[in-house]
């Protein structure tokens, strides 16, 4: 895919298109209602970023759940904000920036030492752990998975090593390798590329429910996992399914068969 360059606003146009065609009604003829094929996970809905949080309580006792609010919180909004800037910084600087930002905001004292735990804590992180089951169930299936996540191939890499998840995994799409970040529609094109499917052969699972929107309005089948039990957007959209874990995605997938 070509990276985005001077032709920016021919880009954007046609981003925009593609947004608002995937929000009309997806109409499958009975030819085009084929099997599932494919499933994309955001890399936060297969790995706990909470032992990251708990570090910070550790490091700075009665101080570590407000740095983890900020830190957690900035680390999303700097990557919608280089969005809508068009200043790309990759998601291992930016984790980097949303920490210093928030240790800061916490008024902690964060040495070079602290520094190195914390952000070294994102390459280490492992499994719900629901998760080992739903992915051997849907392999069994002979469902193709990925990974298309903000996090670098380098952090998507620890992790999965790091939990041994290596055959589940066809292939880990960093957004990174389109220099823009999720839900910017470009991003979600990356599973239609490298699975040479079309959209409704492909399921996405999302950690955060703004990422559900954004795969919803790009026009995949989405699936939510709610691990945080948060509300859902209030953007208009919502995705097909929602769960506090993986353990009914099987389930969901042979609904879209029914459909």
């Given at each position: ?19 608002a ?29 909470r032992?990251?949080?708990?570090l ?24 919608w ?7 790309y910084a ?15 905001q ?79 529609p ?20 999302a ?5 559900a ?18 509300p ?7 995705a097909?399914?929602t ?13 879209l068969?029914?459909?």
């Amino acid at each position: 895919m070509k990276r985005i360059g001077a032709n920016r606003r021919q880009f954007l146009g046609a981003a925009t298109m593609l947004a608002a065609s995937a929000l009309a009604p997806r109409v499958l003829s009975a030819q085009n209602r084929s099997v599932i094929k494919a499933v994309a996970f955001d890399a936060f809905a297969i790995f706990d970023s909470r032992p990251v949080f708990d570090l910070a309580e550790e490091l700075f006792p009665r101080h570590g759940a407000q740095l983890s609010n900020e830190w957690r919180t900035r680390q999303f909004e700097y990557t919608w904000l280089r969005n809508s800037m068009h200043k790309y910084a990759d998601f291992w600087n930016v984790t980097q920036d949303a920490l210093n930002y928030a240790a800061k905001q916490s008024k902690v004292s964060l040495g070079p030492e602290q520094n190195k735990q914390l952000m070294s804590a994102f390459l280490q992180l492992k499994p719900w752990p629901d998760v080992a089951a739903a992915l051997q169930t849907l392999q069994k299936r002979g469902i193709r998975m990925a990974l298309l996540s903000n996090m670098t191939d380098t952090m998507m890499k620890a992790c999965v090593e790091g939990s041994n998840l290596g055959t589940m995994f066809e292939f880990q799409l960093s957004t990174d390798r389109v220099k823009i970040f999720k839900p910017d529609p470009v991003t979600y094109n990356l599973a239609l590329e490298a699975f040479h499917l079309q959209k409704h052969q492909i399921a996405f699972v999302a950690f955060g429910g703004w990422d559900a929107v954004g795969a919803q309005i790009f026009g995949y089948s989405t699936y939510w996992v709610n691990r945080l039990n948060v509300p859902s957007e209030e953007l208009g959209v919502s995705a097909d399914a929602t769960s506090h874990d993986l353990s009914s995605l099987p389930s969901f997938l042979d609904s879209l068969q029914k459909a």
